[in-house]
Structures are given as structure tokens and as C-alpha cells.
């Protein structure tokens, strides 16, 4: 499995997309390194009782220092921000 974290919501100067998220992959340091991982399904846990499972994909790379832009099938909410999530090994 590899390790990786939410770091921010996408967002531009006046506007947030909620169902949009910066994901950072651990190793993946460069544009081409986070390419690989397009397509590639993530699972964000909630650490609360209810233990809800928030599924997304990662749909492009973001910038040059290897971040992905994931979007979620619903928004993760704000304490997911700084969280590490689930990324699985196989593109569907």
C-alpha cells in the first residue's frame, strides 16, 4: 500500500471545489512520477462512530512537485484536511 495525505481542497482565489482534493503521494515528487497514478481509486476513512468509507479517483496530476487532484463521489469534510487516506494498487 502506498502512503499518501490529503493536503487542501482545489481551490482558486474567490471559489473552493469541494468535491475536488490535493492529494500528496508519499515518493511521487515530479510530474511524471504522479502520472502513473491517474485512475487509480483512493479511500478516505472517518475516524468518528459512524466509520463512513468516502470513495474518489484520482483524475490528473497538479502542478510539478507530484501532487494528484482526486475527486470524491461526495466532499470529504474539513477535518479530513492533514488526514492520511487509502490508495489502491489497481486502476478499475
Known sequence: MVK???IQFRRGRRSVTPRHF???IEGSDNKDKAKKYVGKHVEW???GATKKI???IIAASHGN???VR???DIGLPGQA???EIKLSEDKK
Open 45 to 47: 476513512h472517518s475516524p
Open 22 to 24: 490535493l492529494i500528496e
Open 4 to 6: 499518501a495525505k490529503v
Open 54 to 56: 468516502l470513495k474518489g
Open 70 to 72: 482526486a475527486i470524491f
Open 81 to 83: 484536511i492533514g488526514t
Open 65 to 67: 512537485k507530484g501532487l
